[in-house]
């Protein structure tokens, strides 16, 4: 069975930085889709970044791009996304999710394995 764990999380002032860690088990790490996705409160669940281990492709939502890096390490089944320059928008828990096929552009919400989310706070 396929677990995922965040950890990371926190609170900040705005400009600050964070860094998740998502550590993985259960499944062929190396393989897989590894996404970051956020759901502030009274908004839809959206993905922020993805890497697919297997080939190392990436994906960055536009609001994040060039602030947020997502990288792997496959040794310890684990992936970061370090956040940079945090805004209040920011503000969101933070989940990460795992998925055998790379999905081109974007990180749908269709992924098959959740973890339970870790929170994020940006205050001005």
């Known amino acids: 069975e396929a677990q995922l764990v965040e950890s990371g999380g926190g609170l900040v002032q705005a400009g600050g930085s964070l860094r998740l860690s998502c550590t993985a088990s259960g499944f062929t790490f190396s393989d897989f889709t590894i996404g970051w996705f956020r759901q502030a409160p009274g908004k839809e669940r959206e993905g922020v970044s993805c890497i697919y281990n297997k080939e190392g492709f990436e994906y960055y939502t536009e609001s994040v791009r060039g602030r947020f890096t997502i990288s792997s390490d496959n040794a310890k089944n684990t992936v970061y996304l370090q956040m940079n320059s945090l805004k209040p928008e920011d503000t969101a828990v933070y989940y990460c999710?795992?998925?055998?096929?790379?999905w081109g552009s974007g990180c749908p919400l269709g992924f098959q394995s959740w973890g339970q989310g870790t929170q994020v706070t940006v205050f001005p």
């Open positions: 999710a795992a998925d055998p096929q790379w």
